[in-house]
């Protein structure tokens, strides 16, 4: 069987954002990882590769991906809600644009958890990092007890709902669906459940902003993702990539999720 793509939405594989690495560590991944994938004559144009290093990474990162001219993007972990002012420990949208970050993990399900970050202060960081020409990636999902509960979609529908108050129909922005019962546990959610909820989340996308944004939104797929499985779950029509954990931090790993097209014979 082959993959089904929407030729007009390039897939994307995001990883790293659990990388508790230094700087130094960073900088030797990330030219690890350039080298693996170019040794693999990875096509980056048919399949983006972003990475999501700690703030103290940011800068090393930035340096050597611009002095290389490495073919990976990055982003950041989190951002502020807050312009700018006395908010200790806080990194604004604006900091990030100056390091050049695409893109910034919001809503993430350890800052909704660990940190109490409610629908409304995703919201506002969603605004923060447009503001900036950051492209948000909206973290929405839901745990076992959420799930039973409410039944597939209803929390990530929400959530997604809260997240997207106030954003115009010219933003650009990444959504990316993962269930707090299938992060780190092994076991993944099915390619079906998967499409259940990215179709779900994009007929919201539609409801509220139009049929060409949510035609050109990438929606992506995040819980225990790796090798083994991720060609299931790029065959579904409404999932457009992955959010990648703790399989991102296994070059290797990450490498042949990255190339997931060349496991099924594209």
């Given at each position: 069987?082959?993959?089904?793509?929407?030729?007009?939405?390039?897939?994307?594989?995001?990883?790293?954002?659990?990388?508790?690495?230094?700087?130094?560590?960073?900088?030797?991944?990330?030219?690890?990882?350039?080298?693996?994938?170019?040794?693999?004559?990875?096509?980056?144009?048919?399949?983006?590769?972003?990475?999501?290093?700690?703030?103290?990474?940011?800068?090393?990162?930035?340096?050597?991906?611009?002095?290389?001219?490495?073919?990976?993007?990055?982003?950041?972990?989190?951002?502020?809600?807050?312009?700018?002012?006395?908010?200790?420990?806080?990194?604004?949208?604006?900091?990030?644009?100056?390091?050049?970050?695409?893109?910034?993990?919001?809503?993430?399900?350890?800052?909704?958890?660990?940190?109490?970050?409610?629908?409304?202060?995703?919201?506002?960081?969603?605004?923060?990092?447009?503001?900036?020409?950051?492209?948000?990636?909206?973290?929405?999902?839901?745990?076992?007890?959420?799930?039973?509960?409410?039944?597939?979609?209803?929390?990530?529908?929400?959530?997604?709902?809260?997240?997207?108050?106030?954003?115009?129909?010219?933003?650009?922005?990444?959504?990316?669906?993962?269930?707090?019962?299938?992060?780190?546990?092994?076991?993944?959610?099915?390619?079906?459940?998967?499409?259940?909820?990215?179709?779900a989340l994009r007929a919201v996308i539609?409801?509220?902003?139009?049929?060409?944004?949510?035609?050109?939104?990438?929606?992506?797929?995040?819980?225990?993702?790796?090798?083994?499985?991720?060609?299931?779950?790029?065959?579904?029509?409404?999932?457009?990539?992955?959010?990648?954990?703790?399989?991102?931090?296994?070059?290797?790993?990450?490498?042949?999720?990255?190339?997931?097209?060349?496991?099924?014979?594209?």
């Amino acid at each position: 069987m082959g993959v089904t793509i929407n030729p007009r939405r390039t897939p994307l594989m995001a990883g790293n954002w659990k990388m508790n690495l230094d700087h130094l560590q960073a900088i030797a991944f990330v030219q690890k990882l350039a080298w693996s994938l170019k040794d693999a004559h990875h096509d980056f144009a048919t399949v983006e590769v972003a990475i999501f290093p700690p703030f103290t990474d940011l800068r090393s990162v930035q340096t050597l991906i611009s002095a290389d001219k490495l073919p990976l993007t990055f982003g950041a972990q989190d951002v502020s809600m807050h312009e700018s002012g006395a908010y200790t420990g806080e990194v604004s949208a604006s900091f990030l644009a100056q390091l050049e970050c695409q893109y910034v993990l919001i809503g993430h399900s350890e800052r909704r958890t660990l940190h109490n970050e409610t629908d409304e202060v995703v919201a506002a960081k969603v605004t923060a990092a447009l503001g900036h020409n950051l492209v948000p990636v909206i973290c929405v999902g839901e745990t076992a007890e959420d799930l039973a509960e409410h039944g597939p979609s209803a929390v990530p529908v929400s959530q997604l709902r809260a997240a997207l108050a106030g954003v115009s129909n010219a933003a650009d922005f990444v959504v990316a669906y993962e269930p707090v019962w299938a992060i780190g546990s092994g076991q993944a959610a099915t390619p079906e459940q998967a499409e259940q909820v990215a179709a779900a989340l994009r007929a919201v996308i539609q409801e509220l902003l139009g049929d060409d944004v949510a035609d050109k939104t990438r929606i992506l797929y995040g819980g225990s993702v790796k090798a083994a499985n991720i060609a299931g779950f790029m065959r579904e029509p409404n999932v457009d990539g992955a959010l990648i954990g703790g399989a991102s931090l296994d070059i290797p790993e990450f490498s042949s999720i990255v190339r997931y097209q060349k496991h099924v014979g594209l």
